[in-house]
């Protein structure tokens, strides 16, 4: 048996997809096994996966017809054979060592739940911005860790090796909720340690296909706030009861970041009303001259962001038009 188990659920994006794939094709660590879990794709994706399995005979592919995104990461999980999972997103790239890195830290910190990584986030115009998760290699089960979840959950999903029994003994992804990964990782780490490589082994491509982005923008923001706060209620359940007002107040802080970020995505995206309903919500977080400073900080961004993209494909047409 494998010692890892490497699922890549998808949906719609064939080339994302293909990024992916051949990215753990080329890494050097061998033990593993690698399944392609499609969510009922009907944009011709399912047809082209069909034929990458043909090329690539050693990949196998299964199809989840029950459409959503945690439903399908818990499809993953049922499929799981080795005593460690990675779910790998459609739409990142592994970097080198990133599985060999991952079992050997697993294997050498056997109280350690799960490991995960630093990454890269790469934009719209193939910018690449180093994320930092965590600032120590291990933290420990209990307060520590879920301080760290409820503060800034900034973990890249594809960089997270999971012990399977952690799955097995907790359960799976919580559904009909925008951050079932916060809510695993934090039941997670209530009674594992969490551990953490200071390396960028994946690459994270944050685009309009993106699956957070497309929640964000196309959902309805007064759901998902009652989703996130629920959530949030969930997870300071987690803390020990004195430790429960500290981690409201961390939650409050982190929920203000959450919303001002969900304003940005739907601005980017020029849904004007969905991100002025996020500002709104964002209030509730903060008192009103923090709430107008970000207000301001975000509409400058989106600017900022907006015209810088249009410039930029401006180059490129003008490029390929020579």
Not at 52 to 75: C, D, F, T, V
């Amino acid at each position: 048996m494998p010692k890892l188990s490497v699922r890549i659920p998808t949906l719609n994006n064939y080339s994302g997809l293909l990024r992916a794939v051949k990215s753990i094709l080329f890494q050097e660590y061998d033990d593993y096994d690698l399944i392609i879990v499609d969510n009922n794709s009907d944009d011709g994706s399912w047809t082209k996966i069909q034929s990458l399995s043909l090329e690539y005979p050693h990949i196998k592919i299964m199809q989840n017809k029950q459409r959503g995104l945690a439903e399908n990461w818990n499809y993953c999980i049922q499929t799981a054979t080795s005593e460690n999972l990675l779910i790998f997103h459609h739409d990142d790239e592994m970097l080198p060592g990133m599985m060999q890195k991952s079992i050997k830290f697993l294997t050498e910190h056997p109280r350690v739940g799960f490991v995960h990584t630093n990454c890269y986030d790469v934009n719209d115009l193939g910018q690449e911005r180093l994320r930092i998760t965590q600032n120590r290699p291990i933290l420990i089960a209990g307060v520590e860790a879920l301080t760290k979840i409820v503060s800034d959950c900034n973990i890249a999903c594809s960089s997270v090796v999971v012990r399977s029994e952690c799955y097995n003994k907790l359960g799976k992804f919580i559904l009909n909720n925008p951050s079932p990964d916060a809510e695993m990782w934090a039941r997670i780490v209530r009674l594992y340690d969490m551990g953490h490589i200071n390396e960028p082994l994946v690459k994270v491509y944050i685009r309009m296909d993106s699956s957070g982005d497309i929640i964000l923008r196309e959902g309805d923001p007064k759901a998902i706030a009652e989703q996130w706060k629920n959530i949030g209620e969930k997870i300071i359940k987690y803390f020990p009861i004195e430790d429960q007002i500290f981690a409201n107040r961390l939650s409050k802080i982190s929920g203000f970041k959450a919303f001002t970020t969900a304003a940005y995505i739907a601005w980017k995206y020029h849904h004007w009303k969905k991100g002025h309903e996020y500002m709104i919500l964002a209030g509730d977080y903060a008192n009103p001259i923090k709430w107008l400073l970000k207000y301001i900080e975000v509409s400058l961004r989106v600017l900022y962001n907006s015209a810088k993209f249009v410039l930029f494909k401006t180059f490129i047409l003008k490029k390929e038009n020579l």
